[in-house]
């Protein structure tokens, strides 16, 4: 374990026993995952990440160096917020993303405040010197009833760019013939069981047919490792749809035991549903969404989440509807230029 150094953050409340530091080891994780479920529960946010969700996102990361872009604050020794800061690409332009969470009992108090600052110098210190000439943005995102951290966001030139929604498909215990609408397969196409020699195809076509998409985010060797090595993986639950030797359209299904423990609930989210371009506007996209959800009754299951994009010029939004999906939550991405404003404006 190296030392742990503080960190002067301007404008951190005068709290007594209040420091701040980056991030020093791995036993730091759990310490940031445990408040990051007790703000995430109290605002209703229903993703609550363990001890493995963050390491594997951070470690490793090409775009995250903990130990100079995770901060924590601390009050006697508890961790009650931290703030990440992580370079991405997106749609080919570098992105500098921002996150942070505060315990609910520390709010009100101008912890988050100073930390969005801390992470706004951060990005503007490391987009000059790692993006210099290029037109750099740096984003947020804020769930509706964020309401406090949407506010910091305007007060600090933030705005939003796009919205989102999470949505629930309940009654997946309803086990009556009409509980799931048909949506069989287009023909030639088969499901297969996921193999391990399958999962760089699979992953291949996924990024491929993400390109197109906005905000596509370049995906790394490390978040290919970071999927495959999960210990929560369970491919079975995957619905893969292949046309011969070709992966046409895959959704990654997922179960978060310990998020349903806490939460009382029996819930799996879809993740990543893809269809490559070759394969659009077949009626594919719903019969793997309506295979994933069968699959997820079949374990037990009785809801389903996904997120998606609510401005899909693909009409996910009304392929969800239709499958008897319905709005959760909101949210929006924010944005705020850090430099080659006028490139990033005509971009």
């Not at 993703?47 to 990361?61: D, M």
């Not at 997946?172 to 030639?188: K, N, R, V, W």
Request: charged share 25%.
């Amino acid at each position: 374990m190296r030392p742990i150094a503080t960190l002067t953050i301007p404008n951190v409340p005068a709290v007594t026993g209040l420091t701040a530091r980056y991030f020093a080891d791995a036993s730091d994780y759990g310490r940031i995952a445990a408040v990051m479920c007790d703000a995430n529960a109290y605002d209703g946010i229903p993703w609550l990440p363990t001890e493995e969700n963050i390491r594997t996102e951070w470690a490793g990361s090409d775009g995250l160096t903990p130990s100079s872009d995770v901060v924590i604050v601390e009050v006697a020794g508890q961790v009650v917020a931290s703030a990440v800061l992580e370079r991405v690409v997106r749609d080919g332009a570098p992105i500098y993303e921002s996150s942070g969470h505060v315990h609910p009992d520390w709010r009100g108090r101008g912890i988050g405040g100073a930390l969005l600052d801390h992470n706004l110098d951060r990005a503007q210190w490391r987009a000059q010197a790692e993006d210099p000439d290029m037109a750099v943005a740096m984003w947020a995102h804020a769930e509706d009833q964020e309401v406090a951290h949407r506010s910091l966001l305007d007060a600090r030139g933030f705005t939003p760019i796009r919205h989102y929604f999470l949505m629930r498909r309940a009654g997946l215990d309803d086990l009556s013939d009409t509980a799931l609408p048909e949506a069989p397969l287009p023909d030639g196409l088969v499901l297969r069981p996921v193999t391990p020699d399958q999962h760089r195809a699979i992953w291949d076509a996924e990024c491929e047919a993400f390109q197109d998409h906005w905000g596509a985010r370049v995906q790394s060797e490390h978040d290919y490792q970071g999927t495959f090595g999960h210990s929560g993986l369970d491919t079975s639950l995957w619905a893969v749809a292949w046309d011969g030797d070709e992966v046409a359209g895959v959704v990654q299904t997922w179960i978060w035991t310990e998020e349903n423990a806490r939460l009382g609930i029996l819930r799996g989210w879809l993740e990543r549903i893809s269809v490559r371009r070759p394969w659009r506007k077949r009626g594919l996209g719903r019969a793997i969404t309506a295979a994933a959800l069968q699959r997820l009754r079949e374990t037990g299951m009785t809801e389903a989440m996904l997120g998606v994009d609510a401005e899909n010029p693909m009409g996910a939004l009304g392929l969800y509807e239709g499958l008897g999906f319905e709005l959760f939550n909101r949210s929006a991405a924010y944005q705020r230029p850090l430099h080659g404003a006028a490139l990033l404006q005509r971009s």
